[in-house]
């Protein structure tokens, strides 16, 4: 039985066993996604954390 998955950047199926760009479909689709996070594109959920100026704001 082979194991495919849909890769998170562009929507191709792939296949799970022997890639290894897993869970991406290839190198290209991999850097580009970690591109993304350094970009900020991405974002977690949560509370704003405060900035460096906050610290200085509140002495």
Request: with cysteine; glycine share 4%; net charge negative.
């Amino acid at each position: 039985m082979i194991t495919t998955l849909t890769c998170p950047r562009c929507r191709a199926e792939t296949v799970w066993e022997g890639n290894p760009h897993r869970p991406f479909c290839s190198a290209r689709c991999k850097t580009v996604d970690l591109a993304a996070w350094a970009d900020e594109e991405y974002r977690i959920a949560g509370p704003e954390a405060p900035s460096d100026n906050d610290e200085n704001d509140r002495e």
